[in-house]
């Protein structure tokens, strides 16, 4: 009985060579849906970048701990199944080696902050003249550890956010967004980025077939025998990343009239320059006259000198990535908890700014709390990442 021409059509579509069965050109693969429901790389890093920003504007640490707590509740809800998304515990350890860092300095070398409560002394060691301002050992005070333990968890919040960029955004779709200008410093960064995740990944990976061998994968001696093939494959990859590169035209520019260059150079540098005075303004009393304006002529000087420098580089872009309104809203939620953190700590700033002397519990100050909570918009206004599939292809 033959086959109707209808049918023979269909089949040439999901039949390949040696028999291989493919999806039909019009039906999208998985990979082209999660290419469209993604989210700008760009979005990610200034949501978590202004969450940063908030923590620095305060030491309360509940409000801190409910900033890391947003960041964390978005990361396990949108983070991607992918080995660059999982360096994020690793900088929870980095914050958590900040802190007892921070308590240990302020243990041995003693603190600025004076106290009445003594929590224990230690032996003093005395020291030369020269040293005043600095002692080893001696009083131990609870207001002393307080005051570092506060400090510190404004910088361990500052890295756990910094964490949160680099497990949500693709590096590398985020250096295909970078402007053209500054291509080559973007490829620096996004190549030191990379490198904790993939070390990390590495370390897994090795200690995982340590374990199925039989073979001890903790404690000094487990770290040194996985040491030298981690750095091993530290070394071929950036081998290999280098071939790739040379291979692909990295660093060849376009030749440019020479005052062009100098124009870029100029607007560059005067609108960085603008910008850091109008951000001192912003952030000095006595700048606020001419912070805004300031800052505005140096961000529009900086876009130029951007625009211009980047028509040296000689690329294109395949399918770039959109800024849609699902990228304004993450963006906008990060900047709405940092603007209304700074409009907090100009206000109340001892509700930001809970004291040591005397020594009280914190309270959670309400509508900067609920400002924080904006932070949470991205989890539910991004696509969820694809589920990782356990079956086995048929």
């Avoid at 002394?121 to 020291?127: D, G, I, K, Q």
């Avoid at 211009?308 to 872009?317: A, E, F, K, S």
């Avoid at 909570?373 to 292809?393: H, I, N």
């Amino acid at each position: 009985m033959g086959v109707p021409p209808r049918e023979r059509s269909r089949a040439r579509g999901r039949v390949g060579a040696g028999g291989t069965l493919h999806a039909p050109a019009s039906v999208p693969t998985p990979a082209r849906h999660q290419r469209r429901g993604a989210l700008h790389p760009g979005a990610w890093w200034l949501w978590a970048l202004a969450l940063g920003t908030a923590a620095t504007r305060t030491t309360n640490p509940l409000l801190l701990a409910l900033l890391v707590a947003v960041s964390a509740y978005v990361v396990v809800t949108r983070r991607p199944h992918a080995p660059w998304s999982r360096s994020y515990g690793a900088f929870v350890k980095l914050a958590l080696a900040v802190l007892l860092v921070r308590l240990l300095f302020t243990t041995l070398l003693g603190s600025p902050i004076p106290g009445t409560h003594t929590l224990l002394t230690l032996p003093e060691v005395p020291l030369p003249d020269w040293a005043q301002g600095i002692r080893l050992g001696g009083r131990v005070t609870a207001e002393g550890l307080t005051f570092a333990l506060y400090d510190a968890m404004k910088l361990a919040t500052l890295l756990i956010c910094v964490g949160a960029a680099n497990a949500l955004a693709n590096p590398s779709r985020l250096l295909k967004s970078l402007p053209g200008a500054l291509y080559e410093m973007g490829v620096a960064v996004v190549v030191a980025l990379t490198f904790a995740p993939n070390l990390i990944a590495d370390v897994h990976r090795l200690r995982a077939a340590r374990r199925l061998r039989g073979r001890p994968d903790r404690g000094v001696r487990g770290l040194l025998q996985v040491g030298l093939p981690v750095l091993e494959g530290a070394l071929e990859r950036s081998v290999a990343l280098a071939a790739a590169m040379d291979a692909r035209g990295y660093g060849r520019t376009a030749q440019v009239p020479a005052r062009v260059r100098r124009t870029t150079a100029a607007l560059t540098l005067g609108g960085l320059l603008g910008v850091c005075a109008g951000t001192y303004g912003l952030l000095t009393a006595a700048g606020g006259t001419y912070g805004i304006p300031v800052l505005l002529a140096g961000v529009a000087a900086a876009v130029a000198g951007l625009w211009l420098g980047g028509r040296r580089t000689v690329r294109t872009r395949y399918r770039p990535d959109r800024w849609d309104a699902r990228a304004w809203l993450v963006t906008a939620s990060g900047a709405t908890v940092a603007a209304l953190l700074f409009l907090a700590a100009a206000r109340d700033p001892a509700a930001l700014h809970p004291g040591v002397i005397p020594l009280t519990a914190p309270t959670l100050p309400l509508w900067p709390a609920a400002a924080v909570l904006v932070g949470l918009l991205p989890a539910f206004v991004t696509p969820a990442p694809d589920p990782v599939s356990t079956k086995e292809p048929s």
